[in-house]
């Protein structure tokens, strides 16, 4: 039972570098989010999808973009890495409608210096 | 503004010393209430959701309620593998299905 999966755990980035991170869930799940946790803050919902083909915004978009590419995958890019965007990304999926019973990923740890 | 906003931020206890965490919260149209247990570098973990006041739901040594403005996560004779933060989650709003996380309060349990 894997659950959602994550990769990479851990990344350093140079500021302007690139990078996906990959999301993987084998629940069957229809919606599926991207977080991030800041020392001192909530978790705040970058994008999620509510359904295959589907993306929104969340509370933090700016500078990711998100690929829902089939039911059990959701990959979270940043174009140009900025020091602002340190921090632990969390991928999250769900089944019933949207944020019930969220299963969480183990999570990345990004740096960018 | 919605807001979740959880206390003590931090909190030690001896192992089978109970207490209560705290959830309180401002929202409108509250659709549910979540508690989520986090250890160190893993993903959080779903324990409880509540929808409405007077709700109360039971798992091991926890405990969780709710009322109009708050919930409390009651832990009762805590063992050393009780500790762990704890995060506090409300889905609010009629046009929304938006969860706001609290900060969480950090759980240590002394033997």
């Known amino acids: 039972n894997a659950g959602v999966t994550q990769t990479p755990k851990f990344q350093v980035l140079k500021t302007g570098q690139s990078m996906t991170l990959q999301c993987a869930q084998d629940?069957?799940?229809?919606?599926m989010y991207w977080y991030r946790q800041d020392p001192g803050m909530g978790l705040r919902l970058i994008y999620y999808?509510?359904?295959?083909?589907?993306?929104d915004k969340g509370e933090v978009p700016n500078g990711y973009n998100v690929s829902r590419l089939n039911k059990r995958e959701f990959s979270l890019r940043l174009e140009s890495a900025a020091p602002s965007q340190t921090s632990v990304y969390f991928c999250?999926?769900?089944?019933?409608?949207?944020?019930?019973?969220?299963?969480f990923g183990s999570g990345t740890q990004l740096s960018v210096l | 503004e919605d807001q979740v906003t959880q206390s003590p931020e931090a909190l030690r206890l001896q192992e089978g010393e109970s207490s209560s965490l705290n959830c309180s919260y401002t929202?409108?149209?509250?659709?549910?209430l979540f508690w989520y247990r986090q250890d160190p570098g893993k993903g959080p973990e779903f324990l409880f959701t509540?929808?409405?006041a007077g709700e109360e739901k039971e798992k091991e040594r926890l405990k969780a309620t709710l009322t109009k403005k708050e919930s409390f996560l009651h832990i009762t004779a805590p063992k050393p593998e009780d500790s762990a933060t704890y995060l506090c989650?409300?889905?609010?709003?009629?046009?929304?299905?938006?969860?706001?996380f609290g900060t969480g309060t950090r759980l240590q349990v002394f033997p």
């Open positions: 509540l929808y409405s």
């Open positions: 999808s509510a359904s295959e083909g589907t993306t």
């Open positions: 929202v409108s149209g509250l659709r549910g």
């Open positions: 999250a999926s769900s089944n019933v409608g949207t944020n019930e019973k969220l299963f």
């Open positions: 989650a409300v889905q609010g709003g009629y046009n929304t299905d938006k969860l706001i």
């Open positions: 629940m069957n799940h229809n919606s």
